[in-house]
């Protein structure tokens, strides 16, 4: 059973939602967290996926980051940098020290899974990647609207890094549309030395990734993961969508990320 629940970090009150995880009800299984997207995304969309993963037995997490859904904030204060540091806070507050996590990342959290994987080491279990974003080093601390007056969130969008930059928009907005800026991204480090289970979810039509950032995560994490690729020829972007409405995907999903070629996902205390 889903139970809802607030988590205050850096004067922000996130919204988060849970199975197993704050009452230890999990037992000793891993961990599934799961992060949304920038722009309208939210938890909500995920919680179908959550309630999969705890149908199989796991412990489950999902939040808003600030500026999104239930949280507090604005979207145009926040950053790569502090959407990493919520997800730590989450994590280290509700899951038990040392347990396994499965790390579910959509669109722009492919980034934030990416930090959390260097930051967890051994502790991850799984990646799961549905059309993930990366981005240069130069764009992680910078807020996604720094822009005085300017909307909130405006330059915060995931919309392909080779565009072209507008003298209107965010700094975090112009870095990431610098055309192959993305190919300085720490984070295709990051998933080249990751040597557990992987899935690439990825979508028949992307409107905001362009192909040459999928291929180059997936090129990253065939370096030494135990890679599957899942393609979903009709799907498009927006994949925490498409998951919640296609429940048959969505177990699929589970199952890849679950169970890769002869191993099993490990135990707290196997960890």
């Known amino acids: 059973m889903l139970s809802p629940f607030t988590h205050d970090h850096d004067g922000e009150r996130l919204s988060c939602v849970g199975s197993g995880v704050r009452d230890g009800s999990g037992g000793g299984s891993a961990t599934a967290v799961l992060l949304h997207g920038a722009g309208s995304g939210s938890k909500e969309r995920l919680l179908p996926l959550l309630d999969d993963f705890a149908a199989r037995g796991l412990a489950g997490l999902a939040f808003d980051f600030s500026g999104h859904g239930g949280s507090t904030g604005e979207l145009g204060e926040s950053s790569l940098q502090r959407r990493f540091e919520q997800a730590v806070s989450v994590i280290d507050a509700t899951v038990a020290p040392g347990g396994p996590l499965i790390l579910v990342g959509f669109s722009m959290s492919g980034q934030t899974v990416a930090d959390l994987a260097r930051h967890y080491g ?60 993305w190919r300085r991204a720490p984070a ?84």
Do not use: N
């Open 122 to 181: 051994e502790r991850v279990a799984a990646l799961v990647l549905c059309a993930p974003a990366v981005y240069a080093a130069e764009a992680w601390p910078v807020p996604f609207d720094d822009r005085t007056g300017g909307e909130p969130g405006k330059g915060a969008g995931e919309t392909g890094p080779g565009q072209a930059a507008g003298a209107t928009e965010s700094r975090f907005s112009r870095i990431i549309r610098t055309p192959d800026s």
């Open 188 to 271: 295709l480090d990051v998933l080249r030395a990751y040597a557990g289970r992987a899935v690439l979810a990825v979508p028949g039509t992307d409107t905001v990734i362009p192909p040459a950032v999928t291929e180059a995560v997936a090129d990253a994490l065939g370096a030494r993961a135990r890679l599957t690729r899942f393609d979903l020829p009709d799907a498009e972007h927006m994949l925490g969508l498409w998951f919640r409405d296609h429940a048959e995907d969505r177990r699929r999903l589970v199952d890849l990320a679950l169970t890769g070629p002869g191993d099993q996902v490990p135990t707290a205390a196997e960890a």
